[in-house]
T-cell receptor, first 113, second 112 residues
Framework: SQELEQSPQSLIVQEGKNLTINCTSS?????LYWYKQKYGEGLIFLMM?????EEKSHEKITAKLDEKKQQSSLHITASQPSHAGIYLC?????????????FGQGTILTVHP | DAGITQSPRHKVTETGTPVTLRCHQT?????MYWYRQDPGHGLRLIHY???????DKGEVSDGYSVSRSKTEDFLLTLESATSSQTSVYFC???????????FGDGTRLSIL
């Protein structure tokens, strides 16, 4: 079965600093999804990556999928307290998997004003 | 926001009692999923549905059953709740297997 490992597990930064969260897979990624979760709430979809080398940006968040499709990174530029939360990567199994996703453990981001 | 409603939002019950959680969607999406989220384990898939009356097991299905008699509702049942099933349960929906899943706000279930 596919396993996703996220690093770091937690991250504390000062407002305005840049940061990167990584998601590494044991197998080829067929669809990589980034989500954000605030404590006690549901997951909010951020971005989806499908092709090797693909890069997407939304506001100050950029996500990339490497050429080999086994690692993805999420980069936040000039972090703000509103970026705080838990970031999770999820990946599909490919083929006729009916959209079943495996998730990483999550990265807890704290941004100090 | 995707039209997903989970009920109840919070529940406390005793070991051995049956519990049913409901996921209701207004998006007419084909695919629906139940996950549980636990510290140290992340999100894990319990069961999923790819159409009315079409369901299958996920990674952690033991002790759980599901039913989907109409497109908009996906029910998760714990026939005889155990303390190990204390968790936060999330429902998710998607219109296509390769499209992003959208999640409900979760149900916090405590089994004493």
């Amino acid at each position: 079965s596919q396993e996703l490992e996220q690093s770091p597990q937690s991250l504390i930064v000062q407002e305005g600093k840049n940061l990167t969260i990584n998601c590494t897979s044991s197998k080829t990624l067929y669809g990589l999804y980034w989500y954000k979760q605030k404590y006690g709430e549901g997951l909010i979809f951020l971005m989806m990556l499908q092709k090797g080398g693909e890069e997407k940006s939304h506001e100050k968040i950029t996500a990339k999928l490497d050429e080999k499709k086994q690692q993805s990174s999420l980069h936040i530029t000039a972090s703000q307290p509103s970026h705080a939360g838990i970031y999770l990567c999820g990946a599909g199994a490919g083929g006729t998997s009916y959209g079943k996703l495996t998730f990483g453990q999550g990265t807890i981001l704290t941004v100090h004003p | 926001d995707a039209g997903i409603t989970q009920s109840p939002r919070h529940k406390v019950t005793e070991t051995g009692t049956p519990v049913t959680l409901r996921c209701h969607q207004t998006e007419n999406h084909r695919y629906m999923y139940w996950y549980r989220q636990d510290p140290g384990h992340g999100l894990r898939l319990i069961h999923y549905s790819y159409g009315v009356k079409d369901t299958d097991k996920g990674e952690v299905s033991d002790g759980y059953s599901v039913s989907r008699s109409k497109t908009e509702d996906f029910l998760l049942t714990l026939e005889s709740a155990t303390s190990s099933q204390t968790s936060v349960y999330f429902c998710a929906i998607t219109e296509g297997a390769r499209q992003p899943q959208h999640f409900g706000d979760g149900t916090r279930l405590s089994i004493l």
